[in-house]
């Protein structure tokens, strides 16, 4: 699986791109078909404002369709967990519907 873990209006730093790597072999050794996962961590410019909000968003390739995830926190760790948490739950029901264990709403 090809991985990229930028950021985005902040330093790079090594425990959140360790972090990040982690959920990555996490997600890898659950769903060995992911061909590229591309995680983006970005703080983004506010003006006027206390607090900052960090911004995760996880892109996952998968053969059959591409999950695209984000969550917001002002903790970067956590913004980072709660995004590869959706990501992983996505992953679960596209496999369960593979399977055939969930049948799929068809459009009328």
């Known amino acids: 699986m090809s991985t990229e873990i930028v950021f985005r209006g902040m330093e790079r730093s090594p425990a959140l ?10 997600l890898d050794r659950a769903y060995d078909r ?3 996962c591309s995680v983006v961590i970005e703080l983004p410019h506010r003006h006027q404002r206390s607090g900052h909000l ?18 917001a926190s002002e ?6 967990a709660d995004a590869f ?15 055939g264990d ?7």
């Open 54 to 71: 960090f911004q995760a968003r996880i892109e996952l390739v998968i053969p059959e369709r591409v999950i695209v995830v984000s969550h």
């Open 34 to 36: 992911i061909v590229r």
């Open 17 to 26: 791109e360790a972090t990040a790597r982690s959920w990555i072999a996490r």
């Open 102 to 108: 969930v049948k799929r709403h068809e459009a009328a």
């Open 85 to 99: 948490h959706a990501a992983r739950r996505q992953l679960q029901d596209h496999a369960q519907i593979r399977r």
């Open 75 to 80: 903790d970067a760790h956590l913004a980072v």
